[in-house]
């Protein structure tokens, strides 16, 4: 009977991970949208957004960045990018705490939103030849086969409206990691700015305590009613 006991006691928690991971790593490709109109239709606020761009050279200006969504509040850190160059990046959350880090570079922020249900990645280039590309991507240990890429290829240059991709990620639950890969790509003369930069806008969500799905409720009815079955065995 004892062997019984230490058996059951063992597997409840390996049970419990079993059945908290698909929860925690639970997410969905909403796919792309081409431009800034696709994005003002899809009809989101994004109190929250972590930013890599280039600044002016001396100028102070904020490369890396957590910022709200009027730029109002900042917290930034320079950063000396080279033209073409990979540079791995991670955005965690932790329910309260959002930090960024881009190639051992580190800014953080502490936010009111408790969840955030929608990643957005998006890459702008508004110079002629140049590109912003975010690849390499993995939300909580899972893979994301799709990148978030923009060139601008208008001779005269790509305006507001017509600069950017956005890579939309939804169904996102609790605290999370994304880390990825970025690279700036310039010809001639070297950009400024939001000319040539990716952002990752966060959506707020509501409860970060995810309701369990079908499956996760069965097994936990199979734990409870395996305990109860070893609890009259062993008052006989």
Known sequence: M??????????????????????????????HLDGEQ????????????????????GA???????????????????????????Y??????????????????????????????????????????NSAEVRNLFLNGVEISQTSFFQCQDASGCDFWNSSQYLHISDVSGPFTLTGTSIFSWEGK?????NLAYQIKLVEGGDSQPVPEPASLLGLGLIVAGAS???????R
Do not use: C
Not at 70 to 82: G, K, L
Not at 96 to 120: H, M, P, R
Not at 190 to 194: E, K, L, Q
């Open 190 to 194: 070297r950009p400024t700015r939001s």
């Open 229 to 235: 079955q070893l609890k009259r065995r062993r008052s």
């Open 60 to 86: 102070g200006d904020y490369e890396i960045d957590i910022h709200n969504s009027d730029f109002s509040d900042v917290t930034h850190q320079q950063f000396s990018w080279v033209n073409g160059q990979a």
């Open 38 to 57: 696709a994005f003002k239709d899809l009809g989101v606020e994004t109190p929250w957004a972590a930013e890599s761009r280039i600044g002016i050279e």
């Open 88 to 129: 791995d990046f991670s955005l965690s959350f932790d329910g309260s705490e959002l930090i960024y880090n881009v190639a051992g570079v580190t800014v953080s922020k502490t936010v009111t939103q408790s969840n955030f249900s929608d990643l957005l990645i998006r890459t702008t280039a508004r110079q002629t030849g």
């Open 2 to 31: 004892k062997h019984h006991v230490l058996a059951l006691s063992l597997s409840l928690p390996l049970m419990g991970v079993a059945l908290a991971a698909p929860q925690a790593n639970a997410f969905s490709i909403a796919g």
